[in-house]
Antibody, heavy 122, light 110 residues
Framework: EVQLVESGGGLVQPGRSLRLSCTAS????????MSWVRQAPGKGLEWVGF??????????EYAASVKGRFTISRDDSKSIAYLQMNSLKTEDTAVYYC?????????????WGQGTLVTVSS | SSELTQDPAVSVALGQTVRITCQGD??????ASWYQQKPGQAPVLVIY???NRPSGIPDRFSGSSSGNTASLTITGAQAEDEADYYC?????????????FGGGTKLTVL
């Protein structure tokens, strides 16, 4: 059974940093691209970014709203994807979901974690 | 970045057919994927590609596309289909390597 479990969320002050983790199980993690999607309270889904598998260079892409502040990385030996969030703003407050990318269809996410809440507030 | 536009709310009588639409320039180049989200839960993929359903998704869910519009159709809507539905696709604008989501449609089953 495929499982994605996010962790690392919490309350953080504006300007500070936070790192989220996504621990995967039930599939060969290294074979898949992984993506992060967020949802502000009461709002819709927003794509944050993704990281390709090592077979495709392990490169990353980001939404304009987070580019330069957020970094996605992966540790295939541990089956973990990370989202490093720096210079956090109040508008980054959201539930952050880790997702598995279906094959090479970068916009199709076939498995989602339960999400972890990040609250940016002073 | 590109935008995907969805109607904020749609309603359907129990057992009837409902179509939820998603409009955007990126859909001229890329297929949409559709996600169902119930309150307090993570989204679930229901349709992707031309008209593909993941395992476990009932066949009353189907997808189609024409021009700049993608549609999710539920034939014979059930009470458990009441949820928010989101479309997404590749971004065909400047950030053509990125992804864009629609604003979501709240489906009410009457």
């Amino acid at each position: 059974e495929v499982q994605l479990v996010e962790s690392g969320g919490g309350l953080v002050q504006p300007g500070r940093s936070l790192r989220l983790s996504c621990t995967a199980s039930g599939f060969t993690f290294g074979d898949y691209a992984m993506s992060w999607v967020r949802q502000a309270p009461g709002k819709g889904l927003e794509w944050v970014g993704f990281i390709r598998s090592k077979a495709y260079g392990g490169t990353t892409e980001y939404a304009a709203s987070v580019k330069g502040r957020f970094t996605i990385s992966r540790d295939d030996s541990k089956s973990i994807a990370y989202l490093q969030m720096n210079s956090l703003k109040t508008e980054d407050t959201a539930v952050y979901y880790c997702t598995r990318v279906l094959g090479d269809i970068v916009a199709t996410y076939d498995y989602w974690g339960q999400g972890t809440l990040v609250t940016v507030s002073s | 970045s590109s935008e995907l536009t969805q109607d904020p709310a749609v309603s359907v009588a129990l057992g009837q057919t409902v179509r939820i639409t998603c409009q955007g320039d990126s859909l001229r180049s890329y297929y949409a994927s559709w996600y169902q989200q119930k309150p307090g839960q993570a989204p679930v993929l229901v349709i992707y590609g031309k008209n593909n359903r993941p395992s476990g998704i009932p066949d009353r869910f189907s997808g189609s596309s024409s021009g700049n519009t993608a549609s999710l159709t539920i034939t014979g809507a059930q009470a458990e289909d009441e949820a928010d539905y989101y479309c997404n696709s590749r971004d065909s604008s400047g950030n053509h390597l990125g992804v864009v989501f629609g604003g979501g449609t709240k489906l009410t089953v009457l």
